[in-house]
Antibody
Framework: QVTLRESGPALVKPTQTLTLTCTFS??????????VSWIRQPPGKALEWLAR???????YYSTSLKTRLTISKDTSKNQVVLTMTNMDPVDTATYYC????????????WGQGTLVTVSS | AIRMTQSPSSLSASTGDRVTITCRAS??????LAWYQQKPGKAPKLLIY???TLQSGVPSRFSGSGSGTDFTLTISCLQSEDFATYYC?????????FGGGTKVEIK
């Protein structure tokens, strides 16, 4: 059974850096073709893809957020970390991680999500 | 980036109704389209990929069709557990993009 779980702070101040961790089980990011993506959803709004990291350490970022995002992985710990710098109240959202692959670029399954509020 | 437009943004329906949701891509995406269901406070759940392939475990009352720029998700006989928001997503090119969502509400 594949599961993913996001963890990180529930509240960050404007200009701070957000660090989120996705801990997963049931698959390995050392397996050819495996990938993990981050997606976010502001309250009451639609989904926005943020970043992806592949089994071979290739990385992809949202064009509009590229300068603020960094994605990395620790294969031995089955974790993927996303950092987002210079947080702003508009970044308030539920942040999800999800499994994907290089040959099937849909997202399945998703973690439960973690709500991050940006406020002073 | 490819823009995905869903219609309607919301609809009201009764249990047993047939419901159709439309998703249009700003350029051709072949059949590289997925559909998700999201219930309040929960993560999205994959329903359909490759425009028409039902994910394992998803009831057969859900179906998808289309290719190129126009796609539909159909729920043949709406059940109480189907009241949710539905999103389409293209994975033809990076970045992957989602539609704005269609909220299916109880009439």
């Amino acid at each position: 059974q594949v599961t993913l779980r996001e963890s990180g702070p529930a509240l960050v101040k404007p200009t701070q850096t957000l660090t989120l961790t996705c801990t997963f089980s049931g698959f390995s990011l050392s397996t050819s073709g495996m990938c993990v993506s981050w997606i976010r959803q502001p309250p009451g709004k639609a989904l926005e893809w943020l970043a992806r990291i592949d089994w071979d350490d290739d990385k992809y970022y949202s064009t509009s957020l590229k300068t603020r995002l960094t994605i990395s992985k620790d294969t031995s710990k089955n974790q993927v970390v996303l950092t987002m710098t210079n947080m702003d109240p508009v970044d308030t959202a539920t942040y999800y991680c999800a499994r994907t692959s290089t040959v099937s670029n849909w997202f399945d399954p998703w973690g439960q999500g973690t709500l991050v509020t940006v406020s002073s | 980036a490819i823009r995905m437009t869903q219609s309607p943004s919301s609809l009201s329906a009764s249990t047993g109704d047939r419901v159709t949701i439309t998703c249009r891509a700003s350029q051709g995406i072949s059949s590289y389209l997925a559909w998700y269901q999201q219930k309040p406070g929960k993560a999205p759940k994959l329903l359909i990929y490759a425009a028409s392939t039902l994910q394992s475990g998803v009831p057969s009352r859900f179906s998808g069709s289309g290719s190129g720029t126009d796609f539909t998700l159909t729920i043949s006989c709406l059940q109480s557990e189907d009241f949710a928001t539905y999103y389409c997503q293209q994975y033809y090119s990076y970045p992957p993009t989602f539609g704005g969502g269609t909220k299916v509400e109880i009439k």
